[in-house]
Protein backbone atom coordinates (compact mmCIF):
# COMPACT_ATOMS: atom_id res chain seq x y z
CA UNK A 1 0.00 0.00 0.00
CA UNK A 2 1.35 3.15 -1.27
CA UNK A 3 2.12 5.91 1.68
CA UNK A 4 -0.36 9.03 2.12
CA UNK A 5 2.11 11.39 0.81
CA UNK A 6 1.99 9.74 -2.78
CA UNK A 7 -1.75 9.75 -2.40
CA UNK A 8 -2.52 12.96 -1.60
CA UNK A 9 -0.18 14.12 -4.31
CA UNK A 10 -2.31 12.11 -7.19
CA UNK A 11 -5.60 13.31 -5.39
CA UNK A 12 -4.32 16.94 -6.44
CA UNK A 13 -3.30 15.87 -9.72
CA UNK A 14 -6.65 14.42 -10.51
CA UNK A 15 -8.87 16.98 -8.74
CA UNK A 16 -6.56 20.30 -10.76
CA UNK A 17 -6.88 18.43 -14.08
CA UNK A 18 -9.34 20.50 -16.38
CA UNK A 19 -11.94 18.73 -17.66
CA UNK A 20 -11.47 17.46 -21.63
CA UNK A 21 -13.35 15.86 -24.47
CA UNK A 22 -11.38 12.88 -23.89
CA UNK A 23 -10.10 9.99 -21.61
CA UNK A 24 -6.56 11.56 -20.12
CA UNK A 25 -3.55 9.01 -19.24
CA UNK A 26 -1.54 9.72 -15.50
CA UNK A 27 1.66 9.56 -15.94
CA UNK A 28 5.13 9.89 -13.65
CA UNK A 29 7.93 12.10 -14.46
CA UNK A 30 10.75 10.97 -13.17
CA UNK A 31 14.12 13.12 -13.04
CA UNK A 32 17.34 11.58 -11.89
CA UNK A 33 20.70 13.13 -10.49
CA UNK A 34 24.54 11.86 -9.81
CA UNK A 35 24.58 9.28 -12.43
CA UNK A 36 26.46 9.00 -15.54
CA UNK A 37 24.02 8.10 -18.01
CA UNK A 38 26.08 7.81 -21.42
CA UNK A 39 27.18 4.59 -19.52
CA UNK A 40 24.67 2.26 -20.94
CA UNK A 41 25.24 0.37 -17.40
CA UNK A 42 23.58 3.02 -15.46
CA UNK A 43 20.53 3.74 -17.13
CA UNK A 44 17.21 2.39 -15.87
CA UNK A 45 15.60 -0.01 -18.57
CA UNK A 46 12.57 -2.02 -16.29
CA UNK A 47 9.18 -3.69 -17.54
CA UNK A 48 7.09 -3.53 -14.20
CA UNK A 49 3.98 -5.32 -13.70
CA UNK A 50 1.05 -2.28 -12.30
CA UNK A 51 -0.74 -4.12 -9.38
CA UNK A 52 -3.99 -2.36 -10.35
CA UNK A 53 -3.60 -1.90 -14.09
CA UNK A 54 -2.71 0.53 -16.72
CA UNK A 55 -6.47 1.87 -17.28
CA UNK A 56 -5.60 1.62 -20.82
CA UNK A 57 -5.59 -0.67 -23.89
CA UNK A 58 -1.96 -1.98 -24.05
CA UNK A 59 -1.41 -3.16 -27.57
CA UNK A 60 0.56 -6.84 -27.91
CA UNK A 61 1.74 -8.88 -31.29
CA UNK A 62 2.61 -12.28 -30.29
CA UNK A 63 4.84 -14.29 -32.61
CA UNK A 64 4.17 -17.77 -32.47
CA UNK A 65 3.42 -20.79 -34.78
CA UNK A 66 1.00 -24.01 -33.84
CA UNK A 67 -0.80 -24.19 -30.76
CA UNK A 68 0.61 -21.17 -29.03
CA UNK A 69 -0.47 -19.11 -31.87
CA UNK A 70 -4.17 -20.44 -31.74
CA UNK A 71 -4.39 -19.96 -27.71
CA UNK A 72 -2.57 -16.27 -28.09
CA UNK A 73 -5.31 -15.20 -30.70
CA UNK A 74 -8.16 -15.38 -27.97
CA UNK A 75 -5.96 -12.62 -25.74
CA UNK A 76 -3.24 -10.57 -28.39
CA UNK A 77 -4.32 -7.97 -30.88
CA UNK A 78 -2.51 -9.83 -33.41
CA UNK A 79 -0.79 -13.39 -33.93
CA UNK A 80 1.98 -13.49 -36.82
CA UNK A 81 3.29 -16.22 -38.11
CA UNK A 82 7.10 -16.62 -39.40
CA UNK A 83 6.15 -16.36 -42.86
CA UNK A 84 4.40 -13.19 -42.03
CA UNK A 85 7.77 -12.33 -39.85
CA UNK A 86 9.97 -12.80 -43.09
CA UNK A 87 7.48 -10.56 -44.89
CA UNK A 88 7.88 -7.84 -42.32
CA UNK A 89 11.43 -8.13 -42.57
CA UNK A 90 11.04 -6.53 -45.89
CA UNK A 91 8.98 -3.87 -46.09
CA UNK A 92 10.94 -1.58 -43.69
CA UNK A 93 8.31 1.15 -43.73
CA UNK A 94 5.85 -1.51 -42.44
CA UNK A 95 7.85 -3.01 -39.71
CA UNK A 96 8.52 0.46 -38.35
CA UNK A 97 4.58 1.68 -38.37
CA UNK A 98 4.18 -1.99 -36.45
CA UNK A 99 6.48 -1.11 -33.86
CA UNK A 100 5.25 2.15 -33.00
CA UNK A 101 2.20 1.35 -32.68
CA UNK A 102 2.62 -1.63 -30.82
CA UNK A 103 3.16 -1.61 -26.87
CA UNK A 104 5.08 -4.95 -26.19
CA UNK A 105 5.92 -8.11 -28.56
CA UNK A 106 5.98 -11.67 -27.19
CA UNK A 107 7.77 -14.30 -29.15
CA UNK A 108 8.30 -18.34 -28.88
CA UNK A 109 11.89 -18.67 -28.20
CA UNK A 110 12.82 -20.61 -31.28
CA UNK A 111 11.61 -17.21 -33.38
CA UNK A 112 14.24 -14.83 -31.40
CA UNK A 113 16.85 -15.88 -33.88
CA UNK A 114 14.74 -14.56 -37.10
CA UNK A 115 13.48 -11.63 -35.54
CA UNK A 116 16.53 -10.52 -34.59
CA UNK A 117 17.74 -11.14 -38.10
CA UNK A 118 14.23 -9.54 -39.92
CA UNK A 119 13.61 -6.93 -37.13
CA UNK A 120 16.66 -6.22 -35.06
CA UNK A 121 17.25 -3.23 -36.78
CA UNK A 122 13.71 -1.95 -35.75
CA UNK A 123 12.78 -3.20 -32.39
CA UNK A 124 16.20 -2.78 -30.89
CA UNK A 125 16.52 0.87 -31.09
CA UNK A 126 13.02 1.32 -29.97
CA UNK A 127 13.56 -1.25 -27.04
CA UNK A 128 10.87 -3.39 -28.04
CA UNK A 129 12.57 -6.23 -29.01
CA UNK A 130 9.96 -9.16 -28.08
CA UNK A 131 9.63 -11.41 -24.26
CA UNK A 132 10.99 -14.55 -25.41
CA UNK A 133 8.05 -17.63 -24.64
CA UNK A 134 9.49 -20.64 -23.24
CA UNK A 135 7.57 -23.60 -23.89
CA UNK A 136 6.67 -24.29 -20.87
CA UNK A 137 5.47 -20.65 -20.42
CA UNK A 138 1.68 -20.32 -20.72
CA UNK A 139 1.13 -17.36 -23.51
CA UNK A 140 -2.68 -16.66 -22.38
CA UNK A 141 -1.03 -15.64 -18.68
CA UNK A 142 2.05 -13.96 -20.16
CA UNK A 143 -0.33 -11.73 -22.81
CA UNK A 144 -2.38 -10.25 -19.79
CA UNK A 145 0.49 -9.76 -17.39
CA UNK A 146 1.97 -7.47 -20.25
CA UNK A 147 -1.44 -6.43 -20.61
CA UNK A 148 -0.53 -4.47 -17.20
CA UNK A 149 2.36 -4.14 -17.40
CA UNK A 150 4.61 -0.61 -18.22
CA UNK A 151 8.40 0.14 -19.11
CA UNK A 152 10.17 2.30 -17.22
CA UNK A 153 13.24 3.41 -19.47
CA UNK A 154 15.60 6.46 -19.04
CA UNK A 155 17.87 6.02 -22.07
CA UNK A 156 20.80 8.70 -21.49
CA UNK A 157 18.20 11.50 -20.06
CA UNK A 158 17.57 12.58 -16.55
CA UNK A 159 14.00 13.12 -17.03
CA UNK A 160 11.66 10.36 -18.32
CA UNK A 161 7.84 9.36 -17.94
CA UNK A 162 6.17 6.31 -17.83
CA UNK A 163 2.17 5.72 -17.35
CA UNK A 164 0.51 5.14 -13.98
CA UNK A 165 -3.06 4.79 -14.90
CA UNK A 166 -6.02 6.62 -16.59
CA UNK A 167 -8.30 9.84 -14.85
CA UNK A 168 -11.25 7.66 -13.77
CA UNK A 169 -8.64 5.34 -11.95
CA UNK A 170 -8.90 5.81 -7.97
CA UNK A 171 -5.99 7.84 -6.01
CA UNK A 172 -5.32 4.84 -3.98
CA UNK A 173 -5.21 2.11 -6.97
CA UNK A 174 -3.13 5.12 -8.92
CA UNK A 175 -0.83 5.49 -5.69
CA UNK A 176 -0.05 2.18 -5.56
CA UNK A 177 0.97 1.82 -8.92
CA UNK A 178 3.71 4.84 -7.97
CA UNK A 179 4.53 2.92 -4.93
CA UNK A 180 5.46 -0.56 -6.90
CA UNK A 181 7.48 1.69 -9.56
CA UNK A 182 8.99 4.27 -7.30
CA UNK A 183 10.34 0.77 -5.16
CA UNK A 184 11.81 -0.68 -8.19
CA UNK A 185 13.45 2.36 -8.99
CA UNK A 186 15.40 2.68 -5.84
CA UNK A 187 16.27 -1.08 -5.81
CA UNK A 188 17.96 -0.87 -9.19
CA UNK A 189 19.59 2.58 -9.09
CA UNK A 190 23.40 2.92 -7.94
CA UNK A 191 22.89 4.81 -4.43
CA UNK A 192 18.80 4.11 -4.56
CA UNK A 193 16.27 7.40 -2.81
CA UNK A 194 20.05 9.57 -3.63
CA UNK A 195 19.68 9.23 -7.60
CA UNK A 196 16.24 10.24 -7.95
CA UNK A 197 16.25 14.56 -8.10
CA UNK A 198 12.35 14.29 -8.05
CA UNK A 199 9.11 12.54 -9.17
CA UNK A 200 6.14 14.17 -10.42
CA UNK A 201 2.23 13.07 -11.01
CA UNK A 202 -0.15 14.64 -13.39
CA UNK A 203 -2.61 14.23 -16.22
CA UNK A 204 -2.22 14.33 -19.80
CA UNK A 205 -2.90 18.15 -19.88
CA UNK A 206 -2.97 18.92 -16.52
CA UNK A 207 -0.81 20.69 -13.84
CA UNK A 208 2.53 18.72 -12.53
CA UNK A 209 2.47 17.57 -8.81
CA UNK A 210 5.41 16.48 -7.18
CA UNK A 211 5.05 13.35 -5.10
CA UNK A 212 8.80 12.80 -4.19
Same mark, same amino acid.
Given at each position: ????????????????????????????????????????????????? $?? #? @????????? %?? =? +???? &??????????V?????????????????????????????????????????????????????L??????????NR?????? $?? #? @??R?????R %?? =? +???? &??????????????????????????????????M???????
Amino acid at each position: MADNEIEQAVSRALEDSPERNFRETVDLAINLRDLDLNDPSNRVDESIV $LP #S @GTGQETQII %VF =A +EGET &ALRAEDVADDVLSGDELEELGDDDDAAKDLADATDFFIAEASMMQDIGRYLGTVLGPRGKMPTPLQPDDDVVETVNRMKNTVQ $LR #S @GDRRTFHTR %VG =A +EDMS &AEDISDNIDVIIRRLHSNLEKGPLNVDTIFVKTTMGPSVEVA
